[in-house]
């Protein structure tokens, strides 16, 4: 799974803070995480949790300027990750479930197609 750690803003210091890419789900993710609080890393934010949920970085990247310096280029090199990791991980029984639960949530014909195919080499 592709992931950029971004550099936190002065005043978001103790943020650990990442945007990526997660191929079995096809989505864009994002999470900041509390390094300073009580509980280990606790969560701030986790967006992209759920299949197709951001199929562009632009919206997680707006939310994400609140807590870190958004570098040139991220949206273009999050678009290169997922491109180049594809939308599953064949070979790992997550991606089967996954492809099996998300089918009927899908709006892409050539996406939910891929799914189909991955199921197909799973089983």
Not at 25 to 49: H, I, K, M, P
Request: net charge negative; glycine share 6%; proline share 10%.
């Amino acid at each position: 799974m592709p992931r950029h750690e971004l550099k936190p803003l002065p005043e978001a210091e103790h943020f650990a803070i990442a945007i990526g890419w997660d191929g079995p789900l096809a989505t864009f993710y994002a999470q900041v995480l509390d390094s300073a609080a009580e509980e280990e890393d606790q969560e701030v934010l986790w967006e992209g949790t759920e299949p197709y949920q951001y199929p562009e970085p632009h919206p997680l990247i707006e939310l994400l300027r609140r807590y870190a310096e958004i570098p040139d280029g991220l949206a273009d090199d999050l678009k290169g990750d997922a491109a180049s990791a594809g939308d599953a991980f064949p070979g790992r029984a997550a991606t089967a479930f996954v492809a099996e639960h998300s089918l009927p949530r899908g709006t892409d014909p050539a996406q939910a197609l891929k799914l189909f195919q991955v199921l197909d080499r799973e089983r």
